[in-house]
């Protein structure tokens, strides 16, 4: 489908080099559906978007997603009421995952740090990371620097950061843990000393 906008007043934003403008093409790997008034759509740039899919019905809702260098594959973000989704910078989507904001005016999806809900919804950073085949509904909040394990269901608020979640619903595994984006070389080094990198990741989250 691409791009498909019905309705008044709806901005669709795009913010490439700290500068902003219209979205006037498909963004690749990405449908949008916006039908309804007064809706707004704001998307840093670079993404990395697969098979994804955002869908907006009715009026006032917004959905943000920072730049970022991190994989969003296979997700569908839904929004209806006046709902919000905010994604901070470098959130990592694994596929097959449903972020659903809806049935209820103002409810929100929020996945990152230092939030600052008001005029254009606004956040500062991210980095969390969501696991294969989950569900976020809506009052999710997941702060920075966390993970949400596989086909896990998210339906309330994590304050803390650093956090390894999972279940169904979700709830906490692990505190105190962090991860890292790194090419396949960075984590299979023949050398006998680790690198910093996998040491980050493995002995953060999978340490006993």
Known sequence: MGLSITGENNRLII?????????????????????????LVRIGFPQDFQNSRLEMFGNGNCFEKQRSGAKTGGVFFHLNHGSRI?????????????ILAKEKKGVSV??????????????????????????????TKIRA??????????NRKFEEKNLLIAGIPARVIREGIDWDICDYISYTEVDETPSPKRETLFSSIFKK
């Open 145 to 154: 620097d966390s993970v949400v394990g596989a086909m896990s269901l998210v």
């Open 86 to 98: 905010i994604i901070g910078r470098n959130c990592l989507f694994n596929g097959n995952i449903s």
């Open 110 to 139: 929020i996945l990152g740090d230092n939030v600052i809900m008001g005029t254009g919804c606004i956040i500062r950073t991210g980095h969390v990371w969501i696991g294969a085949r989950c569900m976020l509904l809506k009052g």
């Open 15 to 39: 913010v490439e080099n700290g500068k902003e403008r219209e979205l006037t093409e498909e963004i690749p790997g990405l449908d949008i559906v916006v039908n309804g008034n007064d809706n």
